[in-house]
């Protein structure tokens, strides 16, 4: 299993950016819950939104009313709408999922491998 984000770069305050991450292997049998997270330099990784399967929402305090996490289940894909972006916004997000493999009673977790999101003028 695999989980590839893609979408980060830099953008102005103000600004908009939607992070893609797609989640490929031939084992997976189904996906549960999926999220965003993101790590400033010198911080902890933090979660900014997850959506289950079903299509309920959690999101931070700190990306509500700005950000938008959405899914396409026939893909395997959990996207986050960025707007209205803030230099503290700055971070590398990674994507995370919730997995059960054709081979596995369970659900193991898998995370994307990053992207920089840059808010500066």
């Known amino acids: 299993v695999q989980l590839q984000a893609s979408g980060g770069g830099l953008v102005q305050p103000g600004g908009s950016l939607r992070l893609s991450c797609a989640a490929s292997g031939s084992s997976i049998f189904s996906i549960n819950d999926m999220g965003w997270y993101r790590q400033a330099p010198g911080k902890q990784r933090e979660l900014v939104a997850s959506?289950?399967?079903?299509?309920?929402?959690d999101y931070a305090d700190s990306a509500k009313g700005r950000f938008t996490i959405s899914r396409d289940n026939g893909k395997n894909t959990v996207y986050l709408q960025m707007n209205s972006l803030k230099p503290e916004d700055t971070a590398v997000y990674y994507c995370?999922?919730?997995?059960?493999?054709?081979?596995?009673?369970?659900?193991?977790?898998?995370w994307g491998q990053g992207t920089l999101v840059t808010v500066s003028s």
């Open positions: 959506i289950a399967s079903g299509g309920s929402t």
């Open positions: 995370n999922a919730a997995v059960r493999e054709y081979f596995s009673g369970s659900y193991s977790r898998y």
